[in-house]
């Protein structure tokens, strides 16, 4: 049975975990560290997993007997809601559009989505309270394609701004504007832009 892979775009968490080595920059005053712009964008990756990934991936597998029915295009629009670690919540709503044929094995994702934060709080890294709200918040985009049934090169984006505060009165607002592919048959990760005055560019490879 061939399947599309799990939507990519949820790589995100994982990926930017992983930032302490490629995140360059400097404090900015009483603005964020690197350790907390890593730590935010791991939990703002991990969020967007939770919020879109109930979206499965389809198969183009046939019952014996059943016949390939024509080419297909579904149009979902959706808001989901999450509550944040130590209050307030995050929401992100959007457009998934999907094609798809079975006679030819091919098919097609496409994501728009904005994702916005309302004083939701997070853990400081050294103690208190981080809180965001969306400034007005990030637009995410992602599409990916499979055909003959090979999957290929996936591209995604997060564009946008936030608002935070600390405990003690420390604020700011942070950046974010980045650009992602993925590649399932080299199992290559690329992530490149900014993330709170941080340049990212990574590369990864992943495994099943």
Known sequence: MQRIPRYPVLLL?????????????????????????RSLAAAFGAQDAAVLGGFGAP????????????????TTEFTRTRSCPLGGSVTVQGTRVHTGDRATRTASHQ????????ACAFPARNGGTMTITGNPGTQITASHAVTNGVPGVGTGTKKGSFTWTRDGGASGTCAVDLAQTWDPVTRTYTLKGTFCNRTVDLTQTWTD
């Open 13 to 37: 968490a994982a990926v930017l975990a992983a930032c302490g080595e490629s995140a360059t920059g400097t404090n900015d005053g009483d603005g964020l560290s690197a350790a907390e712009a």
């Open 59 to 74: 198969a183009f597998s046939l019952s014996a007997g059943e016949s390939a029915p024509a080419a297909v295009t579904s």
């Open 111 to 118: 994501f728009t989505a904005t994702r916005t934060e309302s």
